[in-house]
T-cell receptor, first 115, second 113 residues
């Protein structure tokens, strides 16, 4: 079956521009997570949705970062007024629910480069 | 914050078993041990997870010590395609951080011909 799909695969933007990154989770998965991965580091948690409700956004690095999942399926991570330090791979993951016994399945990410 | 300790790197001959250790001495009773791996330019791939008992699936085996303070991921017959960064993760199972995965830096496994 289809896995988690993210688009675009690569995004280059000039500093100060706004960007939007899309995630299509596995069909039927209730929980959706966003992670940020800097070069040479492991992924770090950004935010988490249960259906359309954003239950945890404590990992978002600044108020320039905004995520939504209005219909409980597709999610968009938006970054306003991008800065060079925002350059990273942004990963989306989904799972049946948030329980500890439910694996998260990841997409291949969007590589964002800010010039 | 990562609650695990892994070696930075390991290598293994193709066809041999790869045994990747992980220490998680502060693990709580209801926290799961998860293993993921990440091949260059791809997202993390789920491998296996366990709570108390040893687990096996088509990819690997997970051996958890009786006191649950450490575990070993076993790839029984490593291939070149198993070269990746392997992450051992203790998954918080309650509270405000429920669901988060803390990846740490992982172990770079290199399988050589």
């Amino acid at each position: 079956g289809a896995g988690v799909s993210q688009s675009p695969r690569y995004k280059v933007a000039k500093r100060g521009q706004d960007v939007a990154l899309r995630c299509d989770p596995i069909s039927g998965h209730v929980s959706l997570f966003w992670y940020q991965q800097a070069l040479g580091q492991g992924p770090e948690f950004l935010t988490y949705f249960q259906n359309e409700a954003q239950l945890d956004k404590s990992g978002l690095p600044s108020d320039r970062f905004f995520a939504e999942r209005p219909e409980g399926s597709v999610s968009t991570l938006k970054i306003q007024r991008t800065q060079q330090e925002d350059s990273a791979v942004y990963l989306c993951a989904s799972s049946w629910n948030q329980g500890g016994n439910q694996p998260q399945h990841f997409g291949d990410g969007t590589r964002l480069s800010i010039l | 914050d990562a609650k695990t300790t892994q070696p930075t790197s390991m290598d293994c001959a193709e066809g041999r078993a790869a045994n990747l250790p992980c220490n998680h001495s502060t693990i709580s009773g209801n926290e799961y041990v998860y293993w993921y791996r990440q091949i260059h330019s791809q997202g993390p791939q789920y491998i296996i997870h366990g709570l108390k008992n040893n687990e096996t699936n088509e990819m690997a085996s997970l051996i958890i010590t009786e006191d649950r303070k450490s575990s070993t991921l076993i790839l029984p017959h490593a291939t070149l395609r198993d070269t990746a960064v392997y992450y051992c993760i203790v998954r918080v199972n309650r509270g405000s951080t429920l669901g988060r995965l803390y990846f740490g830096r992982g172990t770079q496994l290199t399988v050589w011909p």
